[in-house]
């Protein structure tokens, strides 16, 4: 398993799920062109890349430069690093025809070709094996997940942070270890609480 200190940018869900096989980082799919009229998500890679960097991974046909090139418009380019795959004829198993371009997307391209385009884009290598992560029993604990009003509650905590509305829990869990150490997130969550409940 690759452990990725930055934070990995693809563009769809079948992108992230090929990376989860082999990398232990923070995964966000733009959703293809959605990332171009959704705020949060544009804001939420915004704060990742401040805090830890990204890696934009996208396909190497017309749509992936473009969103890369959108990427690197919004965001400083020291905060960037760029992997790049290359240029392979063919279709991905799900797919009954080959995309407009006939290349392979990174959800076609196999595991050793990402390893080695990660490597070099120059990533760095998390330090995560002794640090306390934040877990599902930690937001069970603090009331964002399982109980009653934990979907009320979760999204109050993704309108504080500027995080998209329709992040899964896992994704919520994703990005929290990305942005906070276990500690910072204690106090983070103890002041949002204390905010909350005396509105």
């Known amino acids: 398993m690759m452990k990725i200190k930055e934070a990995i940018i693809v563009e769809g869900i079948y992108d992230k799920m090929k990376l989860e096989q082999f990398v232990d980082a ?3 799919p733009t959703n293809g062109f959605a990332l171009f009229s959704d705020k949060s998500l544009l804001e939420m890679i915004r704060r990742l890349a401040g805090k830890k960097g990204i890696i934009i991974l996208t ?3 017309r749509a992936g430069f473009l969103i890369r090139r959108y990427l690197q418009s919004c965001i400083p380019k020291e905060q960037i690093k760029h992997a790049y795959i290359p240029e392979i004829t063919g279709k991905e198993k799900r797919k009954a025809a080959p995309g407009k371009e006939g290349l392979l997307g990174v959800e076609g391209i196999s595991e ?3 390893r080695e385009a990660l490597k070099n884009a120059g990533y760095q290598p998390a330090g995560r094996n002794d640090e306390r992560l934040i877990t599902k029993q930690d937001l069970f604990r603090d009331g964002l997940y399982g109980k009653q009003n934990s979907s009320s509650l979760r999204a ?3 309108n504080e942070l500027q995080l998209p509305a329709r992040l899964s829990v896992n994704g919520l869990l994703e990005v929290l270890n990305s942005l906070f150490t276990y500690e910072e997130y ?8 204390k905010n909350t409940f005396v509105k």
């Open 26 to 28: 923070a995964i966000i």
């Open 59 to 61: 396909d190497s046909d």
């Open 112 to 114: 050793e070709i990402i």
């Open 156 to 158: 109050e905590l993704l």
């Open 186 to 193: 204690q106090v983070f969550l103890s002041g949002f609480l």
